[in-house]
């Protein structure tokens, strides 16, 4: 992609923004919309919209930028929560400065995010602001937060892969599926429980064109376990799949209040229980013979 077209796919503000952990200033980089960037593709059955690249501006990835990452101490978060920080979420994040820096050193030694992000920039800023909502406390619901960071950076770490095939991209986004499976089902736990809620969330994605909100939540956790879940204990496996399958049942429990819901996400959350119903089943019948 030449420079041309990078340039007029996204701007940066004006006004620079101040890094509270470390205090560098930077600017930060958003998508423009309109005039044919973003042409609709598919839905995937994680709730992601692909994007057909157009001929102006070729391949579009709108996910590498919700993340604000400082060029200079690699401090990341939404913009919600980037300047809205506490003293002692601060401190632990300015005491882990260097142990974040190296990490994404081993993955990405060059990054510039100071010029138009790539994928690579955009697949580093979810695992950054991972290691970051670390430190957040429980009312800005870091645990979803991850969770979604972790699939957004599952599919970015894939759409590398297939840019770059023989770089290992496609491990790391194994890894962050399995790390979206583990945030998902926690936040969901956390949420019944009522140690962390995730109401105050303008926008649940998973990705950024439509908000599945909290049942889009609850069918993101039953899919990654299905998919992504530990297989090699068969008896611990039916239990998390017997698990998922409960999450499941409640985005259709109230009976007539699943009439308001979108139809593609109850069609896809038929299909998974469908299917998770068939693996127990099946394993059942190998169990008795
Ligand atoms: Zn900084």
Redesign the pocket.
């Known amino acids: 992609m030449s420079d041309v077209e990078t340039s007029s796919l996204s701007f940066f503000s004006k006004k620079p923004t101040a890094?509270p952990?470390?205090?560098?200033n930077f600017y930060k980089e958003d998508l423009r919309t309109g005039r044919g960037r973003l042409i609709a593709g598919d839905l995937t059955e994680e709730l992601r919209r692909l994007y057909e690249p157009s001929k102006k501006y070729g391949a579009v990835y709108p996910l590498i930028y919700p993340v604000m990452v400082?060029p200079?101490?690699?401090?990341a978060a939404y913009p919600m929560d980037f300047s809205e920080i506490q003293e002692p979420t601060k401190n632990k994040i300015e005491e882990d400065t260097d142990r974040r820096i190296s990490s994404i050193q081993l993955i990405f030694p060059e990054l510039e995010f100071e010029q138009h992000r790539t994928l690579k920039e955009g697949a580093a800023s979810y695992f950054l602001a991972i290691m970051c909502y670390d430190f957040f406390p429980p009312e800005k619901s870091p645990t979803i937060k991850r969770a979604i960071s972790a699939l957004r950076g599952a599919w970015l770490f894939n759409d590398l892969d297939q840019n770059f095939p023989l770089e290992n991209y496609d491990y790391l986004s194994k890894l962050f599926y399995r790390k979206a499976r583990f945030f998902y089902i926690l936040s969901v736990e956390y949420e019944q429980s009522g140690k962390e809620g995730m109401a105050s969330i303008p926008n649940l994605g998973p990705d950024l064109d439509k908000n599945y909100g909290y049942d889009g939540v609850l069918y993101l956790s039953a899919y990654l376990e299905y998919k992504y879940g530990p297989r090699k204990d068969t008896e611990m496996r039916k239990t998390y799949l017997n698990n998922a399958k409960r999450t499941l049942s409640r985005i259709f429990g109230m009976g007539k209040a699943s009439k308001n819901k979108p139809s593609i996400l109850l069609d896809l959350a038929r299909d998974v229980r469908t299917k998770i119903t068939e693996e127990i089943e099946e394993e059942g019948e190998n169990g008795s013979t």
């Not at 200079?72 to 401090?75: A, I, N, R, S």
């Open positions: 890094c952990i470390c205090e560098a400082c200079k101490c690699y401090y």
